[in-house]
């Protein structure tokens, strides 16, 4: 006698950590039935039905695995047998030491894996209210723009308020509109290739510049959406630009480690980089440059950079309200809702922010109901990985009386930051001579990931992790 069939998973959201989680629980034997609206019931944001839509940049950052946070981040997730970091690799574009994707290409591709599964369902209605009773086991991963029928049953249940912030979108170029007598291919201190176009202005140009982008007419807000935070890794080009003359040129528009090649005797006083969007080279999007100004506004402000005078948008920038739980309050170790927990949340609506943390939570989330639905112990990473300490900050690890309210919990990309110090960090190199502050640093980081990768492979062993060092 055959045994009966396994309930499903239920994911929500059909994003990148909606994806991931239905991936990794497919991979795992367990069904999932995968719920995205689009494009039956399209968002603020998206443009497309496709599954793991990008809606910002195309970058998925650093892939600097031995130094940076987020690099170290991608290495985990491969290691995990991520289908965001494995659809990534095979669509990647030029971007220096960054992982920049075919925009296109990657969700067409995440979209057909999913597809193709024998044990994920792709259902294209929307949920609306609270997940019926007889689904068990739910990962609601609906990102930051989830519909309000969802997001208000979450809180009547929660009897919490839900945490907001707007997200900008940054316009995209097409290629061929960028005059490059003017711009230049460099990246910045030629690390990796000249992946980036750059523009130069001059002092005069530059303040220019500033005083129209503070000066622009911009969306304006509804009643509801005036008190809304902005995130900080994500503001708006006109709020830096506001927040002093000189904010933007050691921010976005930094001339450092860049030589104009048509005139290499004269210093640029900042410096506006594109960055290619799609595997063709046709598209470029403008980096740092989210914005609320309204679009004919961003034609005008945008065509006054050296180089872009006549330039052609493929998108012009936009502007959405993000939703995020106060997770640590109302979360548990395993990303299930305290007042209910079948349901479990993915992605940035829980407080990570970026592509691949997001990507990340969902991994996270689907393997500890795997775990569940199969009888198997729930296992969190170790907090001295990336996935651990990411995971540490959106649930409050076990600090029982930690203060989560809104001043203290707010959307966080991983970094460095929310790993456990090294007990005993690098004081001297290899040759014994005692290490420069920027020699510690770099000790320090390199250290921290040997570490988290050590930790990660024992976990995925399923040996006890090593101690901190």
Request: with cysteine; proline share 7%.
């Given at each position: 006698m055959s045994a009966p069939p396994q309930k499903p998973v239920h994911v929500i959201g059909g994003g990148l950590a909606g994806s991931e989680a239905a991936w990794q629980l497919a991979e795992r034997g367990v069904p999932v039935v995968l719920h995205e609206m689009r494009p039956v019931r399209a968002t603020a944001a998206h443009k497309t039905g496709g599954l793991a839509e990008l809606v910002c940049s195309n970058s998925f950052r650093s892939d600097d695995a031995a130094n940076n946070a987020v690099g170290l981040l991608h290495a985990e997730m491969r290691l995990l047998g991520s289908l965001i970091m494995r659809t990534a690799d095979a669509h990647q574009v030029p971007a220096g030491s960054a992982l920049a994707v075919d925009r296109d290409g990657f969700s067409?591709?995440?979209?057909?894996?999913?597809?193709?599964?024998?044990?994920?369902?792709?259902?294209?209605?929307?949920?609306?209210?609270?997940?019926?009773?007889?689904?068990?086991?739910?990962?609601?991963?609906?990102?930051?723009?989830?519909?309000?029928?969802?997001?208000?049953?979450?809180?009547?249940?929660?009897?919490?308020?839900?945490?907001?912030?707007?997200?900008?979108?940054?316009?995209?170029?097409?290629?061929?509109?960028?005059?490059?007598?003017?711009?230049?291919?460099?990246?910045?201190?030629?690390?990796?290739?000249?992946?980036y176009i750059n523009c130069p202005m001059d002092r005069t140009q530059y303040e220019a510049f500033v005083n129209a982008l503070i000066t622009g007419e911009r969306v304006s807000f509804h009643d509801w959406e005036a008190s809304t935070p902005y995130f900080d890794g994500c503001l708006p080009i006109e709020v830096m630009a506001e927040r002093g003359p000189e904010t933007l040129r050691h921010g976005p528009m930094k001339p450092m480690g860049l030589t104009n090649a048509h005139k290499p005797t004269e210093k640029a006083y900042a410096v506006v980089q594109l960055r290619q969007d799609n595997k063709l080279g046709t598209?470029?999007?403008?980096?740092?440059?989210q914005t609320k100004l309204k679009h004919s506004e961003q034609v005008r402000v945008f065509r006054t950079i050296p180089g872009l005078e006549h330039a052609e948008f493929a998108r012009l920038g936009g502007l959405?309200?993000?939703?995020?739980?106060?997770?640590?309050?109302?979360?548990?170790?395993?990303?299930?809702l305290k007042a209910m927990p079948r349901l479990r949340f993915a992605?940035?609506?829980?407080?990570?922010?970026?592509?691949?943390?997001?990507?990340?939570?969902?991994?996270?989330?689907?393997?500890?109901?795997?775990?569940?639905?199969?009888?198997?112990?729930?296992?969190?990473?170790?907090?001295?990985?990336?996935?651990?300490?990411?995971?540490?900050?959106?649930?409050?690890?076990?600090?029982?009386?930690?203060?989560?309210?809104?001043?203290?919990f707010q959307p966080m990309n991983v970094n460095f930051g929310l790993f456990p110090p090294l007990h005993d960090a690098p004081k001297k190199g290899p040759d014994g001579k005692r290490l420069r502050a920027n020699e510690r640093t770099v000790a320090k980081k390199q250290a921290l990931t040997r570490r988290a990768l050590a930790d990660l492979q024992a976990w995925i062993a399923g040996a006890p992790a090593a101690a901190a060092e």
């Amino acid at each position: 006698m055959s045994a009966p069939p396994q309930k499903p998973v239920h994911v929500i959201g059909g994003g990148l950590a909606g994806s991931e989680a239905a991936w990794q629980l497919a991979e795992r034997g367990v069904p999932v039935v995968l719920h995205e609206m689009r494009p039956v019931r399209a968002t603020a944001a998206h443009k497309t039905g496709g599954l793991a839509e990008l809606v910002c940049s195309n970058s998925f950052r650093s892939d600097d695995a031995a130094n940076n946070a987020v690099g170290l981040l991608h290495a985990e997730m491969r290691l995990l047998g991520s289908l965001i970091m494995r659809t990534a690799d095979a669509h990647q574009v030029p971007a220096g030491s960054a992982l920049a994707v075919d925009r296109d290409g990657f969700s067409a591709a995440v979209t057909a894996a999913l597809e193709a599964h024998p044990l994920v369902t792709i259902d294209r209605s929307e949920v609306a209210g609270l997940p019926p009773e007889d689904w068990d086991s739910v990962i609601v991963a609906t990102g930051p723009l989830t519909s309000p029928a969802l997001a208000d049953a979450v809180r009547t249940l929660s009897g919490e308020e839900s945490l907001a912030f707007f997200d900008a979108l940054a316009p995209i170029v097409h290629r061929e509109s960028i005059d490059m007598s003017v711009a230049w291919f460099q990246s910045r201190y030629d690390k990796s290739g000249a992946d980036y176009i750059n523009c130069p202005m001059d002092r005069t140009q530059y303040e220019a510049f500033v005083n129209a982008l503070i000066t622009g007419e911009r969306v304006s807000f509804h009643d509801w959406e005036a008190s809304t935070p902005y995130f900080d890794g994500c503001l708006p080009i006109e709020v830096m630009a506001e927040r002093g003359p000189e904010t933007l040129r050691h921010g976005p528009m930094k001339p450092m480690g860049l030589t104009n090649a048509h005139k290499p005797t004269e210093k640029a006083y900042a410096v506006v980089q594109l960055r290619q969007d799609n595997k063709l080279g046709t598209l470029f999007n403008i980096v740092g440059f989210q914005t609320k100004l309204k679009h004919s506004e961003q034609v005008r402000v945008f065509r006054t950079i050296p180089g872009l005078e006549h330039a052609e948008f493929a998108r012009l920038g936009g502007l959405h309200r993000n939703t995020y739980l106060n997770s640590p309050r109302l979360l548990d170790a395993s990303l299930r809702l305290k007042a209910m927990p079948r349901l479990r949340f993915a992605g940035q609506i829980t407080g990570c922010e970026g592509y691949v943390e997001s990507s990340a939570v969902g991994l996270m989330a689907a393997r500890f109901a795997a775990a569940e639905r199969r009888g198997e112990p729930v296992s969190p990473p170790p907090v001295t990985t990336a996935h651990g300490a990411l995971l540490n900050h959106i649930t409050g690890g076990h600090l029982e009386t930690i203060d989560a309210g809104p001043r203290s919990f707010q959307p966080m990309n991983v970094n460095f930051g929310l790993f456990p110090p090294l007990h005993d960090a690098p004081k001297k190199g290899p040759d014994g001579k005692r290490l420069r502050a920027n020699e510690r640093t770099v000790a320090k980081k390199q250290a921290l990931t040997r570490r988290a990768l050590a930790d990660l492979q024992a976990w995925i062993a399923g040996a006890p992790a090593a101690a901190a060092e």
